[in-house]
Every structure is written in structure tokens, then in C-alpha cells.
């Protein structure tokens, strides 16, 4: 009687597989297609997901409500006390609907496969079938093997094989339909899961008045939203990409994070609008910003590998085992000064300020705080990744995973422990006239020049602590010693 398309993190009607193949399956066999979408507060805990990100998936929702409705087909959103409940949840609707099919985009973290697993055993018992398809990643993960047949470890390699295998393999950029309208009688017979609302967040994840309008402003919702954006970004910003992107004063990138990780965009329609961009037709040679824009694009998909491949990284371990054993300082207070942004370091201060005002952070800026967390304060890696999660609009596990990994030296990265940021250094170069630190820390706004990176170093100590702005908590040169010694003794302990 009815064919259901489960919405996970692939909050689009454009673009998607899944439901792509559901909207199929219903017209063939003359049934309604039914949407459905199950919130679980659970695993918003036990994945960290932070109050802006269940806030902007609650938003994607109504937009996603509207635009299904358009093509009357409902979306049935419910949500579930406990985590374990789903799989049941789900087999009791279908059997409810008398539905015949299930289909779903994969996610690829341990416990959604597992999940995953239960469900189809589950449904398959009742003679309901499950078809999942790859979604999330342009290349689906275990695709692409290095000459000896393994997976890679590296990006570069793994990105030249990338390209090559999309040039090789065209199908892979090709779109997807959005879904057909359904039949006239599917109001009829569903009429009650037209009404469905959309719940407000559970209490722990709910935002301020104040924030949720302001977060509203920031980062509209929906498809709609990230097809403009993609749009607007590729005609203004795209070719002066390579340039910009690392200044985090400018708005260089193109902020679509938060939509590839709520699924509003999907990384195919990304890459193949900035390739039809490219006078090469392709997503190498040609302009420069489109073919570096593409390769970050592709740390996505890279990162999703690397999670599937060694799934061990989703259970606290590090992706380089022989780091494991590092004594890390778990000093509170630094932790705390880190949190907040009153580290004494306006480079650092500015970004963890600019990751409470907006739910996001520059990537130059993930970098800088995250080594200067794990290297000049000695803190667990994980503690930050953490606090990225619990506080990002677009986290995502594997890229929060891999790029804290990178950052602090314990992940895919080819370089030695030994490369460490100097936040000043990094300062001075990426933001040389302060005009992001100004933007984030008001303390410093009244001082001029270079003193900006270094007020205490640089002769402005006392308009900084007038204004009530913290002295270093660490003096990097030492701090930069004490990590080199951790980290060698560390591995040696292995
Ligand atoms: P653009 O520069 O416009 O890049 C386009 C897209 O490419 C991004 O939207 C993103 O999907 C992808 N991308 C770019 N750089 C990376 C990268 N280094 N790793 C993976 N994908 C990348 N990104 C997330 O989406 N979620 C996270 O939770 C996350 N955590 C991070 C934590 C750390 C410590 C670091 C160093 C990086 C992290 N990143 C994360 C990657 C990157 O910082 C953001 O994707 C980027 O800043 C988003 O801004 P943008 O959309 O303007 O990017």
C-alpha cells in the first residue's frame, strides 16, 4: 500500500538517491511514497550534536515538510525516548501503513550501521524489504584502492585516484530526480499524516529566544537556501578562492558546511557546479579556485573513507594507535580559558569567540585552536573535539574527527608530531591587520599595529588589561618544548 523513504542527514528532495529510488519503486507499483523522519534526543547526547545544529535541522524540517507537501507527500516526523526503540518504531509504521519497502541513504558511522543492521534483520523477519543506497560521499567508501590494493592513508594520492575514478566512472556526478508527485488518493488514505507537526527541540539542546532568531538570520534552512548559496558563491567567490580562503576576515569560503553535513546539498550537485564552471569540463586543470575548492570538497569524502576503513576511529581511539599513550595535562583552568576565549591569545581568543557567536568556525581557525589546544596546552585532542560537536553548526563526525586528528598529529597526517603552530606566527600571516581579531575580541579593538597578535609582547599591556583582556596563559616557546618532549616519550612508551 505505501513505499517509505526514511529521511536521515539527507534533509533534500533534490539530489538524493534513496529517495530518488523510493519515489521509483512507489510509481511502479501505483502506491504512495510516505516520508518519514525519527528524532532520537539520545542520540543527539550521545553524539554531542549541539543546540545550533539540532536547531538548523528543526528549520531544514519545515522546508522539507513544505516542499514534500508540494508533491503531497507527507512527512511523518515522531520521536523516540530511546535510541534502541528505532528499529521497533520503524517495522510498527510500516506494518501501521501496510508498506512494503524501505529506503534509505547509508550513514557510515559504527553505530548507525549497527543500527542499520538491526533494522533490516528486523524488517526482512516481517517480509518488508530495506534498499540502501550511497549518498553522502561523491566516491562511495572502499572504491578506491592505492597499487599495492590498499586503502589510503594519505590525501594526496587518495585525491589524484579520486579525480581520476570520477573522470573514468561519469555516473558517479550524475543527479538524481527529484520525487514524483503522488497519486490523488494518497491524501485520501493517509490524510492524517498530512498534519504532522514538527516538534520543538528536547529541553537540553534548546536555544535562547535571542540566539534562535539570530542563528535564524545566520543560517537560513532548507535546499533552497543551499542551492543560492552554491549559486551566489560560484559566481562571486569561487575563482579568487585559492586566494582568499585562508584569511579568515574575508568571507573567502563558501559556507556550506552546515548544509553538506544536514544533507541540504548534496557533494555531487557541489562538484559538479563548480566543474561546469571550469573551462576544462573537468575537476582538474583550468581555474585554479574551481579545481582547489573541488579538492576540499573531496577531504569530505576522504575523511568518510577513512572513517569506514577504520571504523576504530568512532570509538575514541586514534587513527595512528602508536599515539595513544601521550600523558596529557587535563589542567582544567587552561581548558576553561581555551573554552571561553581568554586564552591571551587573540588569534585563538577571536576564533573560539567566533564559534559561539556563529556556531562555526574559519577552517584557518580549527587549525590554529586545535593545535594550540593539543600541543601548546597539552590537552586531550578529544577533549576539543568534543567541545567542537557539543558547539558547531556543522558537525560532522568524520571531518571533526579528521580534522582534529590532523591537528594534533595523531591522524592521517603524513607530517611528525614535531610541525606545531605558532599562533603568533599564524596570526601575523593569515589575519596580518587584526581586523578578524578586532571583529571577535572588543578588549583589543582600541589597539593599533602589530601589537594587535601580541598585546602583552608587543608594548599595548596596559590598554589590554585596562580593557580587561587576560595576559598569555602559556608562553608558547616553552609550551612548544613541553608538547615535543610528551609527544616523544609518549610514542616511545608504546
Ligand atoms: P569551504 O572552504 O568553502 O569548503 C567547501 C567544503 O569542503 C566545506 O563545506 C566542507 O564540506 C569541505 N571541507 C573543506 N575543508 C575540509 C576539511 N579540512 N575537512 C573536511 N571537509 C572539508 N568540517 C565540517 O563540515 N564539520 C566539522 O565538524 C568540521 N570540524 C573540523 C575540525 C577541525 C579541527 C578542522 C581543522 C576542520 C574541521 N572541518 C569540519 C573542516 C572545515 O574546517 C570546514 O568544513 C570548513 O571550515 C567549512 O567552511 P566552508 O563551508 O566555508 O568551507
Request: hydrophobic residues 35%.
Amino acid at each position: 500500500r505505501a513505499v517509505v523513504h526514511w529521511f536521515k542527514m539527507d534533509l533534500r528532495t533534490r539530489d538524493n538517491r534513496a529517495l530518488h529510488m523510493a519515489s521509483e519503486k512507489a510509481r511502479e507499483a501505483g502506491v504512495p511514497l510516505i516520508a518519514l523522519y525519527i528524532l532520537s534526543p539520545q542520540d543527539f547526547e550521545a553524539h554531542l550534536t549541539s543546540p545550533v545544529r539540532v536547531d538548523f535541522m528543526l528549520r531544514t524540517l519545515q522546508v522539507l515538510k513544505r516542499d514534500l507537501s508540494s508533491l503531497d507527500i507527507p512527512l511523518w516526523v515522531e520521536t523516540v525516548d530511546k535510541r534502541t526503540q528505532l528499529p521497533g518504531r520503524i517495522l510498527e509504521l510500516m506494518t501501521d501503513w501496510g508498506a512494503s519497502h524501505l529506503f534509505a541513504n547509508i550513514e557510515y558511522e559504527v553505530d548507525e550501521l549497527r543500527r542499520e543492521a538491526k533494522l533490516v534483520r528486523m524488517l526482512a523477519g516481517k517480509g518488508i524489504a530495506v534498499e540502501v543506497a550511497h549518498d553522502t560521499c561523491v566516491v562511495p567508501p572502499g572504491q578506491l584502492k592505492s597499487g599495492t590494493g590498499n586503502q589510503y592513508a594519505v590525501y594526496t594520492p587518495w585525491f589524484r585516484t579520486w579525480i581520476r575514478f570520477i573522470h573514468d566512472n561519469p555516473i558517479l556526478l550524475e543527479l538524481s530526480d527529484p520525487p514524483g508527485r503522488n497519486p490523488e488518493t494518497a491524501r485520501e488514505v493517509f490524510s492524517t499524516l498530512y498534519d504532522c507537526d514538527i516538534p520543538s527541540a528536547p529541553e537540553t539542546k534548546r536555544l535562547e529566544v535571542d540566539d534562535a532568531v539570530k542563528l535564524c538570520a545566520l543560517w537560513p534552512a532548507g535546499e533552497h537556501e543551499a542551492a543560492k548559496r552554491l549559486e551566489k558563491f560560484c559566481e562571486e567567490d569561487i575563482g579568487s578562492y585559492g586566494k582568499n580562503r585562508n584569511i579568515p576576515a574575508q568571507q573567502g569560503t563558501s559556507s556550506l558546511s552546515v548544509h553538506f553535513a544536514s544533507g541540504t546539498l548534496s557533494s555531487r550537485t557541489a562538484v559538479r557546479t563548480a566543474r561546469d564552471r571550469n573551462k576544462t569540463k573537468k575537476l582538474d586543470g583550468g581555474n585554479e579556485g574551481i579545481q582547489t575548492w573541488i579538492s576540499e570538497v573531496a577531504w569530505r569524502d576522504f575523511y568518510k573513507h577513512v572513517l569506514v576503513h577504520w571504523p576504530y576511529v568512532c570509538m575514541n581511539k586514534p587513527f595512528k594507535p602508536e599515539y595513544s599513550n601521550i600523558e596529557w595535562s587535563y589542567d582544567n583552568q587552561h581548558f576553561e580559558a581555551w573554552k571561553k576565549g581568554l586564552t591571551g591569545f587573540p588569534i585563538v581568543d577571536a576564533a573560539m569567540r567566533q564559534l559561539h557567536g556563529m556556531g562555526y568556525m574559519h577552517n584557518r581557525c580549527r587549525m590554529i585552536v586545535a593545535s594550540f589546544l593539543s600541543k601548546d596546552l597539552l590537552l586531550d585532542w578529544r577533549m576539543g573535539e568534543r567541545f567542537f560537536m557539543e558547539n558547531l553548526i556543522d558537525g560532522d563526525f568524520a571531518s571533526n574527527n579528521g580534522g582534529w586528528g590532523f591537528a594534533a598529529s595523531v591522524g592521517v597526517d603524513p607530517q611528525p608530531y614535531f610541525r606545531i603552530f605558532n599562533p603568533l606566527l599564524q596570526s601575523e600571516k593569515f589575519d596580518p591587520d587584526g581586523e578578524y581579531i578586532r571583529k571577535w575580541v572588543p578588549e583589543l579593538r582600541g589597539i593599533s599595529g602589530k601589537a594587535i597578535h601580541d598585546p602583552y609582547g608587543r608594548g599595548a599591556s596596559d590598554k589590554a588589561s585596562k580593557a580587561g583582556y587576560p595576559e598569555p596563559i602559556v608562553d608558547h616557546k616553552g609550551a612548544r618544548e613541553r608538547a615535543l618532549a610528551a609527544y616523544k616519550s609518549g610514542i616511545e612508551r608504546d
